[in-house]
């Protein structure tokens, strides 16, 4: 029986963007399968788990953090805007609609959808919080446009509520954060580690 990653993370994270195509790859090469979780980092994860939003910050932590993504853009070939015109953004609906694309169409099409957010913040400079928007990236996907609505649905809000439930139950903290067999695993320069244990 294969393994399964519980993959945890927000629509508007940057370090997510640069680890989520490799996720996909790694995921299809273990023969692993994947839950794609969503979560509402900034709202809930972070009051209770001593997280700050970037602009509380401290300026050191803010100006490396600038470095890293500039190192890990250009170690990844995966292009990247600093500082994107849409940023700070809120991720909710972008969550909602990878959850919905989830329930209706699987894991395969919640990856699609989750990877095309992320690049629309931060290599396409769109405004993910924008409905016109994401049912633009439906478009481009060819998923059905009914997914927007659906996202707007109960069951879809449940099971977000539910996914940062989740993440705090699995003592997550940041995002992404991979979580295998009970493992956690944070951050996208982890993995390594995550393909080492879906290989064990």
Same mark, same amino acid.
Request: hydrophobic share 45%; glycine share 8%; aromatic share 10%.
């Given at each position: 029986?294969?393994?399964?990653?519980?993959?945890?993370?927000?629509?508007?994270?940057?370090?997510?963007?640069?680890?989520?195509?490799?996720?996909?790859?790694?995921?299809?090469?273990?023969?692993?399968? !994947?839950?794609?979780?969503?979560?509402?980092?900034? *709202?809930?994860?972070?009051?209770?788990?001593? *997280?700050?939003?970037?602009?509380?910050?401290?300026?050191?932590?803010?100006?490396?953090?600038?470095?890293?993504?500039?190192?890990?853009?250009?170690?990844?070939?995966?292009?990247?805007?600093?500082?994107?015109?849409?940023?700070?953004?809120?991720?909710?609906?972008?969550?909602?609609?990878?959850?919905?694309?989830?329930?209706?169409?699987?894991?395969?099409?919640?990856?699609?959808?989750?990877?095309? !957010?992320?690049?629309?913040?931060?290599?396409?400079?769109?405004?993910?919080?924008?409905?016109?928007?994401?049912?633009?990236?439906?478009?481009?996907?060819?998923?059905?446009?009914?997914?927007?609505?659906?996202?707007?649905?109960?069951?879809?809000?449940?099971?977000?509520?539910?996914?940062?439930?989740?993440?705090?139950?699995? *003592? !997550?903290?940041?995002?992404?954060?991979?979580?295998?067999?009970?493992?956690?695993?944070? *951050?996208?320069?982890?993995?390594?580690?995550?393909?080492?244990?879906?290989?064990?």
């Amino acid at each position: 029986m294969g393994h399964t990653v519980d993959y945890y993370f927000a629509p508007q994270s940057p370090w997510a963007y640069l680890g989520h195509q490799r996720l996909t790859e790694i995921v299809a090469w273990a023969g692993a399968a !994947v839950r794609v979780m969503p979560i509402d980092l900034g *709202g809930k994860v972070f009051p209770i788990s001593g *997280g700050l939003p970037l602009g509380q910050r401290a300026p050191q932590r803010q100006a490396y953090r600038l470095v890293e993504l500039q190192r890990f853009s250009e170690h990844l070939n995966a292009p990247l805007n600093l500082k994107p015109k849409y940023f700070p953004v809120g991720g909710d609906d972008a969550a909602r609609l990878i959850i919905a694309a989830d329930l209706a169409q699987g894991p395969a099409a919640a990856m699609q959808v989750a990877g095309a !957010v992320l690049a629309a913040c931060w290599a396409q400079e769109r405004n993910i919080a924008d409905d016109n928007v994401l049912a633009g990236l439906l478009a481009e996907l060819g998923l059905p446009a009914a997914l927007l609505a659906q996202s707007h649905s109960q069951a879809v809000q449940e099971r977000y509520e539910s996914y940062t439930q989740s993440a705090i139950d699995a *003592g !997550v903290f940041g995002a992404p954060s991979y979580v295998v067999d009970g493992e956690i695993f944070w *951050g996208q320069d982890r993995l390594d580690f995550v393909e080492r244990a879906l290989n064990r």
